[in-house]
């Protein structure tokens, strides 16, 4: 398999993977350096039935990171909010 061939089967396996995901992160604490995270967002923004959670320490948004149905400003806010709509306790 070639280089480019292996880099077109991984982009469908992650769109694959990406379809059936209930949820999709977008985390913006660094620069993107190649804009994929922004595809994959795109792409999940497609579907009504998937959480859409943005974690970004920024207040400036983008018009699709206004999208999100719930943004946080770190990880410590989003794996509370996780752990409680997920995790069931005993």
Not at 67 to 83: G, N, Q
Request: a negative charge; charged letters at 30%; glycine letters at 4%.
């Amino acid at each position: 398999m070639t280089s480019e061939e292996w880099r077109k089967a991984l982009a469908i396996k992650d769109l694959a993977d990406l379809a059936e995901a209930d949820c999709i992160i977008l985390e913006e604490f660094k620069p993107s350096t190649h804009g994929g995270r922004y595809v994959e967002w795109g792409f999940a923004l497609a579907y009504d039935d998937k959480l859409k959670l943005l974690v970004q320490p920024m207040t400036t948004k983008g018009v699709f990171q206004m999208l999100a149905d719930v943004t946080f400003k770190d990880w410590d806010e989003a794996r509370t909010y996780l752990s409680n709509r997920f995790i069931t306790k005993p």
